[in-house]
T-cell receptor, first 113, second 114 residues
Framework: KQEVTQIPAALSVPEGENLVLNCSFTDSAIYNLQWFRQDPGKGLTSLLLIQSSQREQTSGRLNASLDKSSGRSTLYIAASQPGDSATYLC????????????FGKGTKLSVKP | DGGITQSPKYLFRKEGQNVTLSCEQNLNHDAMYWYRQDPGQGLRLIYY???????QKGDIAEGYSVSREKKESFPLTVTSAQKNPTAFYLC?????????????FGQGTRLTVV
């Protein structure tokens, strides 16, 4: 059974720092991996989608990498800002579960001014 | 604007009452999903639907029911059989089931038992 783990559970950094969020998964047979952002009491906003054949995706200050063979993904945030404060969720789409997303528990990020 | 609309934003349920959460999408997506989110836990899949008039149970379907009579609508009913319904409910859609498609989420409904 696929399991997704996100480390750390919480992270606090000063404004301007570059940071890395980690996601690991146990079954490498995935279609893709998606990173989401969730603000308190809100839904999920899709940040980046990496297909299983890709190594990385970039959007603005965000860069996500995928190493399928080792079951790992990282989300790199450059020059962090207080507006980046949110919970970041990683999810994989399994090949064997009819395409349903399996989520990690998230990393709660706080960027201090 | 295209997107997924969930209503209501907040919902209160009395003991023994059934309540229905609405999810509507105008993205012309085939697949739709319902997830439940509890503090300290990841999102868990309740039900999903690949096409109209077809739906499948997810990991925690007990105490819930759904229908898919129209492509754009996938309502979730929380029945009195669900013993711990207080949670944040999220609806999602995707262009097609399986494969490589990206998933999009609504803004959620917070259900509280009073």
């Amino acid at each position: 059974k696929q399991e997704v783990t996100q480390i750390p559970a919480a992270l606090s950094v000063p404004e301007g720092e570059n940071l890395v969020l980690n996601c690991s998964f146990t079954d490498s047979a995935i279609y893709n991996l998606q990173w989401f952002r969730q603000d308190p009491g809100k839904g999920l906003t899709s940040l980046l989608l990496i297909q299983s054949s890709q190594r990385e995706q970039t959007s603005g200050r965000l860069n996500a990498s995928l190493d399928k063979s080792s079951g790992r993904s990282t989300l790199y945030i450059a020059a962090s800002q207080p507006g980046d404060s949110a919970t970041y969720l990683c999810a994989v789409k399994n090949g064997g579960s009819q395409g349903n997303l399996i989520f990690g528990k998230g990393t709660k990020l706080s960027v201090k001014p | 604007d295209g997107g997924i609309t969930q209503s209501p934003k907040y919902l209160f349920r009395k003991e023994g009452q059934n309540v229905t959460l609405s999810c509507e999408q105008n993205l012309n997506h085939d697949a739709m999903y319902w997830y439940r989110q509890d503090p300290g836990q990841g999102l868990r899949l309740i039900y999903y639907s690949q096409i109209v008039n077809d739906f499948q149970k997810g990991d925690i379907a007990e105490g819930y029911s759904v229908s898919r009579e129209k492509k754009e609508s996938f309502p979730l009913t929380v029945t009195s059989a669900q013993k711990n319904p207080t949670a944040f409910y999220l609806c999602a859609s995707s262009p097609r089931q399986g494969g490589f498609a990206e998933a999009f989420f609504g803004q959620g409904t917070r259900l509280t038992v009073v």
